[in-house]
C-alpha cells in the first residue's frame, strides 16, 4: 500500500452510505463488512463512506462493551481501517466504542489518509424503551462540525438528531452537512416517524441530511434500513430499501449560495404495514438463526393458524430445506387438524413427520396416577399434553441440531395461554409481539402477496381452512379458545389499551368494553408476568414488546379499579 494525499474537495463530492447488517461480536467480520463496501465505494469513484452507530461493534453491544479485551478488539479494527485509506481511496466513517480520559463513549470516527482524522462522542444517550445506552456509555461533549477534504462535516450520533440540541450546535459551528449514523429499531410506522424527525431537523439548521441505518436482527431487535437523505428545503434526496443491506453511492454538489445538494439517488419503495410486519419477522428469525448457527428450525405444526404462519415464516427467512414441521397429534386432536397440518406443510415443501403423544401422555398419567387420585381431571392433565409435545420437539432438536420455533402470539403471551416447559418451550418466537387479530391479517397478506428477497412460494401458502376455523388448543374434547378468553377482536383491544399505552381501566370502559372484562384481562395480564419471563426471545413489532420495552415486576399486587 502506498501513501497517496486526498485531493481536497471544492464545488462537488461523491457519497456511498453503506445499510450493512453487522453481528454483535463479530469484530473481524464486521470490518470486513465495511471493508467490503469501501472497494465497493471505491470502484464507483467515492470519496466518504458513511456507516451506521457501532457497526464495528455491532449494535447494540449491551454489556459486552464493559470487556476490555472487546474494546481493544475495536480499536484494533478502527486503527486497521484507518491505515487502510492511506491508499489515496476512499475515506470512512464508522462507529466503534471509544476511551477517552478513562470514559467510555458511543463514537464516530472519520478514517482518512491513514490515520484517524476525527472522534466525535454521541451526546444524548437513549434511556428508555429497548435503550439502556446510559447504563454502559458516558456521554459525550456538544460537538463541532468536523473537516473532510475542505467539507465541515456534522457527525450526530442516532438519538443526537432525534431532539435539536446537537444539529443547533453544530449548525451553529459552521457545519455545512449532517451525516447522521443511526442504529433505529423497526416498530410499525417507525419509517415515516423516522422521516418527520429528521424533517425537522432539517428545518432547524437549514442544513441537508444523510440518514444511515443499520439493518438485520439482533436478538429481539430487528433494523429495517431504510436510509434516507433530504436537502436542505426538505426534499426528499434519496430513499434506500427496508430489511435489505445495499449501497447508494451518490453525488453532491455546492448551490449558487454555496449549499450542499444531492444530485439525486435512489428512490426505494418502502412497504405498507403489513408487509413491513411480516418482513420485520422473517428477516429476525432468519438472522437469529443464522448469527447463532443453527442448521435449520423446527417446530410443531397443530392446523392452527399461529403454527402456519411461523412456518410459512421460517420458509421465506431460510428455504424450506431448513425447516422441519412435527404434527404431534392426542385423542383431542381432530381430523381436521391433521388434514390441515400436512397440507401446510405441503404447500411449504418443508419435511412433516407425525409422532403420536398417545403414549408419553398415558405414562405421565399413570406415573401420576397415585399422587392425583380422587382427584378430577382438570387443566394438569391439558398440560401434560402440550408438555409431551415439548418434549418431543426438544429431543428432536438435540438430536439434528434445529432450533425450536415457538408459535405463541402476544395474545396468548399476555393472559398466560401458554404452558411453561410445553409449547413455550423452543429458542426464539417470529410471532411473540403479533396479537392474535394480526397473526390472521397477516395469514391472508401473505397469501396474495409474495415480497421480494424471501424464499417461500408464492400463492397460498396457509390453506383457508386454518384461516376460517374457529380457534382451538385442542386440550379437551370442543374446546375453543373463546371457552377461556374474550372474543380476540374484544382481548387485543383491551391488551393494547393496557400494554402499548398505558391506559386506565376507566379509560378503556369509555371505549365500549365492559368494566368486568376489563378487570379481568388486566388480572391474567399481571398474573402471566412469571411466565413471559421465561419465554424464548421473539421479534420486536409493536412500539412496546415485551421484555426489552416493559419491565413489570413478577410479584404485584396492584390493580386498577378506577
Given at each position: ?409 402476544k395474545s396468548e403471551m399476555s393472559v398466560g395461554y401458554a404452558t411453561l416447559y410445553g ?140
Amino acid at each position: 500500500m502506498t501513501d497517496a494525499a486526498p485531493s481536497p474537495v471544492t464545488d462537488r463530492f461523491r457519497l456511498a452510505v453503506a445499510q450493512l447488517n453487522p453481528v454483535v461480536g463479530d469484530v473481524a467480520g464486521n470490518a470486513e463488512l465495511v471493508r467490503q463496501a469501501r472497494a465497493r465505494a471505491a470502484a464507483e469513484g467515492a470519496h466518504l463512506v458513511l456507516c451506521s452507530e457501532l457497526v464495528l461493534a455491532g449494535y447494540p453491544p449491551e454489556d459486552l462493551v464493559l470487556k476490555p479485551a472487546f474494546l481493544r478488539a475495536c480499536r484494533a479494527a478502527a486503527e486497521d481501517l484507518a491505515r487502510e485509506t492511506a491508499d489515496g481511496g476512499p475515506a470512512l466513517i464508522v462507529g466503534t466504542p471509544w476511551i477517552d480520559d478513562g470514559k467510555l463513549h458511543n463514537a464516530v470516527l472519520l478514517l482518512d489518509a491513514g490515520r484517524i482524522q476525527a472522534v466525535r462522542y454521541k451526546v444524548d444517550l437513549p434511556n428508555y424503551g429497548v435503550f439502556d445506552e446510559k447504563r454502559v456509555f458516558a456521554p459525550g461533549p456538544m460537538p463541532g462540525p468536523v473537516d473532510f477534504r475542505g467539507v465541515r462535516l456534522g457527525l450526530p450520533i442516532c438519538e443526537d438528531a432525534w431532539t435539536d440540541e446537537v444539529c443547533e450546535c453544530l449548525a451553529e459551528t459552521g457545519a455545512e452537512i449532517l451525516l447522521v449514523p443511526n442504529g433505529s429499531p423497526y416498530w410499525a410506522n417507525k419509517a415515516e416517524e423516522r422521516l418527520q424527525v429528521m424533517v425537522a431537523r432539517v428545518v432547524e439548521s437549514g442544513l441537508p441530511l444523510v440518514y444511515c441505518n443499520q439493518l438485520g436482527g439482533q436478538d429481539e431487535l430487528v433494523f429495517d434500513g431504510g436510509s434516507f437523505a433530504l436537502q436542505a428545503d426538505r426534499r426528499l434526496a434519496f430513499q434506500m430499501p427496508q430489511f435489505r443491506t445495499d449501497l447508494a453511492v451518490t453525488d453532491w454538489q455546492r448551490d449558487a449560495d454555496g449549499k450542499w445538494v444531492c444530485a439525486g439517488g435512489p428512490l426505494a419503495r418502502l412497504p405498507e404495514i403489513d408487509e413491513a410486519n411480516w418482513l420485520a419477522c422473517v428477516v429476525g428469525l432468519r438472522d437469529y438463526v443464522d448469527k447463532s448457527r443453527f442448521p435449520g428450525v423446527i417446530l410443531g405444526l397443530s392446523g392452527g393458524i399461529d403454527s402456519a404462519v411461523c412456518a410459512a415464516m421460517a420458509v421465506d427467512a431460510l428455504g424450506p430445506e431448513r425447516v422441519h414441521g412435527v404434527m404431534m397429534p392426542y385423542r383431542y386432536t381432530s381430523r381436521a387438524s391433521i388434514v390441515d397440518a400436512e397440507a401446510c406443510a405441503r404447500k411449504l415443501a418443508i419435511r412433516y413427520d407425525t409422532v403420536p403423544i398417545e403414549i408419553p401422555v398415558a405414562g405421565f398419567t399413570e406415573v401420576l396416577g397415585p399422587l392425583f387420585h380422587g382427584r378430577p381431571a382438570d387443566t394438569t392433565e391439558e398440560n401434560l399434553q402440550s408438555r409431551s409435545r415439548g418434549v418431543v420437539l426438544m429431543a428432536i432438536s438435540n438430536k439434528f441440531g434445529y432450533m425450536v420455533v415457538t408459535t405463541g402470539n402476544k395474545s396468548e403471551m399476555s393472559v398466560g395461554y401458554a404452558t411453561l416447559y410445553g409449547d413455550m418451550n423452543g429458542g426464539y418466537n417470529p410471532v411473540k409481539d403479533l396479537y392474535k387479530t394480526q397473526v390472521y391479517q397477516l395469514a391472508a397478506w401473505r397469501n396474495a402477496n409474495r415480497p421480494e428477497g424471501v424464499l417461500g412460494p408464492a400463492g397460498e401458502v396457509i390453506p383457508h381452512n386454518i384461516i376460517a376455523k374457529v380457534p382451538s388448543a385442542e386440550l379437551r374434547e370442543n374446546q375453543t379458545d373463546q371457552d377461556s378468553l374474550p372474543s380476540y377482536d374484544v382481548l387485543d383491544d383491551i391488551l393494547a389499551c393496557l400494554v402499548e399505552n398505558e391506559m386506565a381501566v376507566s379509560e378503556i370502559e369509555a371505549r365500549g368494553h365492559d368494566r368486568a372484562t376489563i378487570h379481568r384481562v388486566e388480572n391474567l395480564l399481571y398474573v402471566a408476568e412469571y411466565k413471559r419471563r421465561q419465554a424464548p426471545p421473539g421479534v420486536k413489532i409493536t412500539r412496546r414488546n415485551f421484555g426489552r420495552d416493559r419491565r413489570y415486576p413478577i410479584t404485584n399486587r396492584f390493580r386498577d379499579r378506577s
